[in-house]
């Protein structure tokens, strides 16, 4: 049973580019989420989508946005690159009709911002 | 706004000695609590998850516990070893749905 797939695992790009990064949850899970992880600091929430619609958003800027397809899986995108937005990002998957189940989260997309 | 602390930040034991690692919430209003592990460089190993009426968890040599009134969760590592190097961050799920994360607590094993 596969877990969370996030692809790629590690990204390079310039400032003023755009990137997407992709997501596939776990076998049974519905909904995704997504998080930034600066070096040595706790994830932070950017936004979760659930059947295919944004449904909750952290305090992120309008450059990032993402999708949700029909299949549950979940792009982010995030326009006009930053230096600032050089980060781990994590995808986690979850089952909205069973949240106190948890989450499982995949290994991450390393984003390197030049 | 629901806020969470880890104490401490960098621990440092010898191999085989007993530990706990702390977490605290500011806002008891919580679905659960879990405890992550994390490799560097990597993405995050859940460990164990306390439903919000429940009042411990245990895996292995691992132990969590919750008491929800005071706002406090404990990690209890026996018997460690170099292989539990790593950073342990819990995390909240309230009502809202989004899991907030304490900045985590790394751990390293002196073989």
């Known amino acids: 049973d596969a877990g969370v797939t996030q692809s790629p695992t590690h990204l390079i790009k310039t400032r003023g580019q755009q990137v997407t990064l992709r997501c596939s949850p776990k076998?049974?899970?519905?909904?995704v989420s997504w998080y930034q992880q600066a070096l040595g600091q706790g994830p932070q929430f950017i936004f979760q989508y659930y059947e295919e619609e944004e449904r909750q958003r952290g305090n992120f800027p309008d450059r990032f946005s993402g999708h949700q397809f029909p299949n549950y899986s979940s792009e982010l995108n995030v326009n006009a690159l930053l230096l600032g937005d050089s980060a781990l990002y994590l995808c986690?998957?979850?089952?909205?009709?069973?949240?106190?189940?948890?989450?499982?989260f995949g290994s991450g997309t390393r984003l390197t911002v030049v | 706004k629901q806020e969470v602390t880890q104490i401490p930040a960098a621990l440092s034991v010898p191999e085989g000695e007993n530990l706990v690692l702390n977490c605290s919430f500011t806002d008891s209003a919580i679905y659960n609590l879990q405890w992550f592990r994390q490799d560097p460089g990597k993405g995050l190993t859940s460990l164990l998850l306390i439903q919000s009426s429940q009042r411990e968890q245990t895996s292995g040599r691992l132990n969590a516990s919750l008491d929800k009134s005071s706002g406090r969760s404990t990690l209890y590592i026996a018997a460690s070893q170099p292989g539990d190097s790593a950073t342990y961050l819990c995390?909240?799920?309230?009502?809202?749905?989004?899991?907030?994360w304490g900045a985590g607590t790394k751990l390293i094993i002196k073989p």
């Open positions: 995390a909240v799920l309230g009502s809202n749905y989004q899991l907030i």
């Open positions: 076998s049974g899970h519905d909904t």
């Open positions: 986690a998957s979850s089952f909205t009709g069973e949240v106190n189940y948890g989450y499982t």
